[in-house]
């Protein structure tokens, strides 16, 4: 369901959720169901409604741009290695209408409960979304509206062996893929030392036929400069 579908007549479901389009006059209104009901209108004689994943730091509020992926087993990187690994990530669905060549934010929800936690000390740490993952040598099997799948090169660039638990990454630099059967990104963890490490996401599809998703910072016309960050509170 991920992709563009024209406002008229749309009806569809996603896990739980119920959305669709009535017609309003000479308007829309869009209808998102789960047990509440929030209803929008929609100013527009034709367009199209935009579904993709986007950066999953919106839920239930916009409250920071990094997300943390705990791993739930201590990796050990090889001294001056490279190894590629995956983990999962969490998905949130944006809606967004197009319509005379600009974009607007509809909805945003997720299938998923959003937990945050603080990286670093109180005082200089920053809030993270939180999510735990297993790693995999190979692409595990996911639900694509409820898990991303996320290949992360590892490189230990130190002369000793580290132990990393988790990566924390500035979602301002996130690029999302998706078809029919994934939701994915990619990027790298670089270690620096036993304490230190730098991350960013890298554009790269997973497939050559995969779909870019929209960027929600791009929709927003936020001016993006942060592409990487540096975790020096600890692996």
Known sequence: MFGYHDVE??????????????????????IRENGDKIEKGLSVDKGRLIINP????????NITNFLQIKFTKPFFAEPKSAVEVYATFPVEIAVFIAAKKSVGIVDIFSLQKPKYTLYGNPRDGIIC??????????????DKYREGVIK???VNSDSEWIEI????????????YYDEEMVYS??????????????RFIEQPLKEKMRKALELYT??????????FVMEWGL
């Open 186 to 199: 990619s990027a790298s963890i670089n270690i620096v030392s036993p304490k230190v490490a730098e991350t």
């Open 129 to 142: 979304r939180y999510w735990e993952s297993d790693l995999y040598s190979e692409i595990p099997q996911v």
């Open 54 to 61: 986007v950066e999953p730091v919106n839920m239930p509020k």
């Open 9 to 30: 007549g749309f009806q569809t479901e996603i896990g739980e959720y119920r959305i669709k389009t009535e017609k309003a006059g000479p308007f829309y209104q869009y």
């Open 152 to 154: 992360l090169r590892i």
């Open 165 to 176: 638990s988790n990566a924390v990454f500035d979602v301002y630099g996130m690029k999302i």
């Open 219 to 228: 929709a927003r016309r936020i001016a993006v400069t942060a592409l990487k």
